[in-house]
């Protein structure tokens, strides 16, 4: 396992800083935002004109409105063009990626001149995108409520149209995420990127944490009627209808006893092994 502290060093030392390294550690983040607030950032990845290379570090996603935006421009530029593609250098950066591009700021500058401090980029706001081939497409970006603010980065343009305090709960996404997988070693999710929070994204495996299949009270589906099988083959006998009920955990719970379990009623991986069960 690799944790985001070794791919740095190893970008460091190989002189290439490639984000795209915490791409699952990165789909973790996203989604995670969508959770604390649902819908936050949209995927803009199958709009008409977009060229997308599919490079790991690409995650396609604005905030609705800047989306929205986006496609005005696409719409007239195609109408002037119609084989005009759009070509994305970057969009939307988790956390994860401007903790990369920071810290490899701060011990390499000539390898990244300049990075701003996680939770400050308003590619973080998901309210920017860099466009490859931004002469063509500046007129209709700027016709259609972006901005650019000049030649030392051209091909940046930022929109307006949205939340500027995404970026924090990106952070605050990171920091929920950490507890969820680290309950003993809780930071506080304040959306505050201190030194803390950054030591634990050092430590963090950039293919994301491992999900831990749990199965519990309220859960259905095909898991469920298999857990309810086994439980009425070895002798704690429920209805087999697929619903984890009241009925299915206290059958769990006796299982759970007989096994020296801690008998909680849920089905983590434990109890799935005894139960003879492989997802
Ligand atoms: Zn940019």
């Given at each position: 396992m690799t944790t985001v502290k070794e791919a740095i060093e190893a970008m460091i030392r190989e002189r290439n800083v490639e984000t795209g390294r915490v791409s699952g550690l990165s789909r973790q983040i996203i989604a995670q935002m969508n959770t604390l607030q649902t819908g936050i950032l949209v995927n803009f990845e199958n709009l008409p004109g977009i060229n997308s290379s599919?490079?790991?570090?690409?995650?396609?996603y604005l905030q609705t409105g800047a989306k929205e935006a986006l496609r005005a421009a696409l719409r007239s530029g195609i109408a002037q063009q119609p084989s005009l593609k759009m070509t994305i250098n970057s969009a939307f950066r988790t956390v994860a990626q401007q903790h990369i591009l920071y810290r490899v700021y701060q011990r390499d500058p000539k390898l990244i001149p300049l990075a701003a401090k996680p939770g400050n980029s308003n590619h973080e706001d998901g309210l920017a995108i860099d466009v490859n081939n931004y002469n063509v497409w500046k007129p209709y970006l700027l016709a259609n409520g972006w901005q650019w603010l000049g030649?030392?980065?051209?091909?940046h343009f930022f929109n307006?149209?949205?939340?500027?305090?995404v970026s924090t709960l990106g952070v605050k996404a990171f920091q929920s995420l950490w507890n969820r997988y680290n309950p003993t070693e809780r930071v506080t999710v304040d959306g505050n990127f201190g030194d803390q929070t950054a030591a634990k994204m050092d430590r963090c495996p950039i293919g994301g944490f491992a999900v831990v299949n749990v199965f519990r009270l309220g859960d259905n589906g095909a898991v469920v009627t298999r857990i309810q099988q086994h439980l009425s083959n070895v002798g704690?006998?429920?209805?087999?209808?697929?619903l984890f009920d009241r009925q299915t955990k206290d059958a769990v719970i006796k299982f759970q006893l007989k096994q020296g379990l801690?008998?909680?009623?849920d089905v983590g991986p434990m109890t799935l092994k005894l139960l003879g069960i492989k997802l």
């Open positions: 599919g490079a790991a570090h690409l995650n396609l030649g030392n980065d051209p091909v307006t149209n949205g939340r500027d305090d704690f006998p429920v209805a087999v209808n697929g801690a008998a909680d009623g």
